[in-house]
């Protein structure tokens, strides 16, 4: 079983930053795709970034490319999202995803979830 765990979420004004940490209990690389989402109240689970553990080019969602990126520390077992330029509309849970195997996309299908972290962008 793997297990994901988020931290790094807060509140912070528009414009400002924020890292968040996705830490995995179990890290093979192979063809183990991490990814990013979020869920604002109201509204659906969207896709923000995602990428294969191994190398490739990140999947970004419109709405965040030049601001997010997402990023990896394989000797800690970690998955990264910077995000730069933060508007009230970030505002979000956001969730850790992994699949093993097969494409990784935004509109993948994703098999373990951690539990969140919350982000609020205040205007």
């Known amino acids: 079983q793997v297990q994901l765990v988020e931290s790094g979420g807060g509140s912070v004004q528009a414009g400002g930053s924020l890292k968040l940490s996705c830490v995995a209990s179990?890290?093979?690389?192979?063809?183990?795709?991490m990814a990013w989402f979020r869920q604002a109240p109201g509204k659906e689970r969207e896709g923000v970034a995602a990428?294969?553990?191994?190398?490739?080019?990140?999947s970004y969602a419109d709405s965040v490319k030049g601001r997010f990126t997402i990023s990896r520390d394989n000797a800690k077992n970690t998955v990264y999202l910077q995000m730069n330029s933060l508007k009230p509309e970030d505002t979000a849970m956001y969730y850790c995803?992994?699949?093993?195997?097969?494409?990784?996309?935004?509109?993948?299908?994703?098999?373990?979830w951690g539990q969140g972290t919350q982000v609020t962008v205040s205007s």
């Open positions: 990428f294969y553990l191994g190398g490739g080019t990140p």
């Open positions: 179990r890290y093979p690389y192979g063809s183990v795709c």
């Open positions: 995803a992994r699949r093993e195997n097969g494409p990784c996309g935004l509109g993948s299908q994703f098999g373990y």
